[in-house]
């Protein structure tokens, strides 16, 4: 915490790292727009990096996640009331240039491309088959439980083992790959 | 939200299904915010869909030779199976239509996530054919999961070719899109492709067409409810 406020270039960098993917993460589910999203993103960090400084810190370094997240649901609603709207903003506040692909708005950096591509094809083919129903394809899961003869309880599960298999494939092609 | 209770509900799983309720969603966040390793489940699950959607998954490409046709169940009883089951003749209008409703929706709504264009194979679209608001009741229309809903307009009158202007609103008057079409051939049903975002809230909407180099028309309304699944 105090290197983070004392403007220390590597734990900043850390902390922008680990909390600006969570905060994407939450931010693209409910803003349409990459750029609304990234302005979220850094609006959050600006007010946690100068509040953090104002105060010289936190009562207790375990909560700087709940309170980025405090921030970020604050910047959120302000954003919602920016836009006249309760819930999200209309879909045409996105400009012209600024529908970008998911990877360009998600998660994956260019870097680790070839890193999931290469954790995604480790995955048994029957893993590969339902993700790619319910990611790629955006089947109606009810329809693919019925298919599977599974209840949504045990999709879950399905997704849950094949996340589990993609972290191990990930993690070990992002080993090799450091 | 307890590391517990996320584990028993199998919460980064529902997240990343988008199964949970916007209450439930920030509890969940709140929660992973301050716990590592839900943290890094919820981030595994998210890098993996993502790279499933970006086309990263082997196999994908595979399905265009053995394509799994998503067929849309008809929200309306009066909707039609015309798609498989029309003339040759009539195809590539319907398929211009299709075609162009696709393109506008991108270009005017910039909500359809491109993994929408890498289409794994066919895809059969079987519309809700929505009327003029004169002519009978209402079209109800479970909503949308995701994807696109379609519609196919009944355009009596319209010349071929005209340039046709079409706005959907919600009851209170909010547009949720709109755009230019150029009008199908006479008899021909002009498909409008909406990604389901536009249509999340459920409700009244009204999606008006006029023809744009004739100022004096009057605007044709369809109206449709969009109801909870």
């Known amino acids: 915490m105090d290197r983070l406020i004392g403007g220390d270039p590597e734990t900043e960098r850390h902390f922008a790292r680990y909390f600006g993917d969570l905060l994407t993460l939450k931010l693209r589910t409910r803003l349409r727009s990459p750029a609304l999203v990234e302005d979220a ?19 207790s370094a375990g909560s700087l996640g709940a309170f980025v997240n405090g921030v970020c649901n604050n910047v959120l609603f302000e954003t919602y009331r920016a836009g006249g709207r309760s ?16 990877v360009e708005s998600g998660l994956i950096s260019a870097e680790q491309r070839d890193q999931v591509r290469k954790a995604l094809a480790a995955l048994p083919e029957r893993e590969r088959e339902i993700l790619r129903w319910v990611f790629f394809e955006e089947r109606d899961k009810d329809e693919i439980c019925r298919e599977l003869n599974v209840d949504r309880n ?25 | 939200m307890t590391h517990q209770q996320a584990i028993d509900k199998h919460a980064a799983e529902r997240y990343l299904l988008d199964e949970m309720a916007e209450l439930e969603r920030y509890d969940f966040e709140a929660h992973y915010f301050e716990c590592d390793a839900c943290a890094d489940s919820v981030m595994t699950g998210a890098r993996m869909a993502d790279g499933i959607q970006a086309g990263l998954l082997p196999g994908a490409a595979s399905a265009v030779t053995t394509p799994r046709p998503l067929v849309q169940a008809p929200a309306a009883a009066s909707a039609p199976a015309q798609v498989v089951s029309m003339p040759g003749r009539t195809w590539l209008p ?23 264009a890498q289409l794994a194979g066919p895809q059969v679209v079987a519309p809700v054919a929505l009327r003029a608001a004169t ?11 995701s994807g696109v809903l379609s519609f196919a307009l009944d355009l009596a009158g319209v010349s071929d070719g005209a340039r046709l202007a079409y706005d959907l609103r919600t009851a209170d008057g909010t547009s949720v899109a709109s755009g230019t079409a150029a009008a199908p051939s006479p008899g021909t049903p002009l498909l409008l492709l909406v990604p389901s975002s536009a249509v999340s809230t459920p409700g009244s909407f009204t999606l008006s067409i006029r023809a744009v180099d004739e100022p004096a028309s009057l605007p044709v309304d369809y109206r449709f409810t969009i109801t909870e699944r």
């Open chain 1, 154 to 178: 045990y999709l879950r599960v399905l997704v849950h083992r094949a996340k589990a298999r993609f972290r191990e494939q990930f993690t070990q092609a992002d080993g090799a790959g450091a």
């Open chain 1, 41 to 59: 993103r850094q609006e959050t960090f600006r007010r946690v990096l100068t509040t953090l400084k104002e105060k010289k810190g936190l009562a």
């Open chain 2, 94 to 116: 319907w398929a211009v239509a299709a075609m162009l409703a696709i393109g506008l929706g991108y270009q005017t709504l910039q909500v359809v996530p491109d993994r929408g």
């Open chain 2, 135 to 145: 002519r009978g009741p209402d079209v109800t229309v479970s909503r949308p999961d």
């Open chain 1, 87 to 102: 819930d999200q903003l209309p879909e045409d506040h996105d400009p012209p240039d600024e529908g970008k692909t998911t």
